[in-house]
């Protein structure tokens, strides 16, 4: 049973476009929202994180919005660049119970030179 | 700091052998992680550590799986006797009590002929 959804499963994105991924959740106690991104034949790392005291929360050329009373939380890439192709992982944990990170399917991006 | 080291980073093996993965987490970090990751299932959390001590191993699939701390900068995951169903990427990820930032080793790619 997968706490986290996540959508799509991949996605085609020409350079400089914007790339978006979803997730959702049901879990009302999970406060801790990263995102991981994965290159192939590497583990993943942490690319940005939130927490649901926040709507939306951006670095550089990412950004996550959280919608806490839908229990969604979107990942968007802006000018998408061909390094940013990768797989991405949304997860969710509950801080206050352990740290046990719960991982959406994936969504691998490429984005097209 | 080297980061998570992972040993073998590749392992083929035949089915009914005794497969031992290793990790060795971050300096100071107090929780170790090992996931599996597969094409059909994603990442999978199989068990975790906290101090050396394993908090949950309720998504280690079988007691084929087993998996050792002996102490803060080294783990074991073990898998006997082996079988092709277990072929996939192993993870281990170490991350700092409070920060909840799970920081991957590079994997090791397991292959049970």
């Known amino acids: 049973q997968q706490q986290v959804k996540q959508s799509p499963q991949s996605l085609i994105v020409q350079k400089g476009g914007i790339s978006i991924i979803n997730c959702a959740y049901e879990n009302t106690a999970f406060d801790y929202f990263p995102w991981y991104q994965q290159f192939p034949g590497k583990g993943p790392a942490l690319l940005i994180a939130?927490?649901?005291?926040?709507s939306e929360k951006k670095e550089g050329r990412f950004t996550i919005s959280f919608n806490k009373s839908a229990k969604q939380f979107s990942l968007h890439i802006m000018d998408s660049q061909p390094g940013d192709s990768a797989t991405y992982f949304c997860a969710a944990s509950d801080g206050s119970y352990d740290y046990k990170l719960s991982f959406g399917a994936g969504t691998t991006v490429t984005v097209r030179a | 700091d080297a980061g998570v080291i992972q040993s073998p980073r590749h392992e083929v093996t035949e089915m009914g052998q005794e497969v031992t993965l290793r990790c060795k987490p971050i300096?100071?970090?107090?929780?170790l992680f090992w996931y599996r990751q597969t094409m059909m299932r994603g990442l999978e959390l199989l068990i975790y550590f906290n101090n050396n001590v394993p908090i949950d191993d309720s998504g280690m699939p079988e007691d084929r799986f087993s998996a050792k701390m002996p102490n803060a900068s080294f783990s074991t995951l073990k898998i006997q006797p082996s079988e092709p169903r277990d072929s996939a990427v192993y993870f281990c990820?170490?991350?700092?009590?409070?920060?909840?930032?799970?920081?991957f080793g590079p994997g090791t790619r397991l292959l049970v002929l």
């Open positions: 300096s100071g970090h107090d929780y």
């Open positions: 939130i927490r649901p005291d926040v």
């Open positions: 990820a170490s991350s700092f009590s409070r920060e909840e930032t799970q920081y």
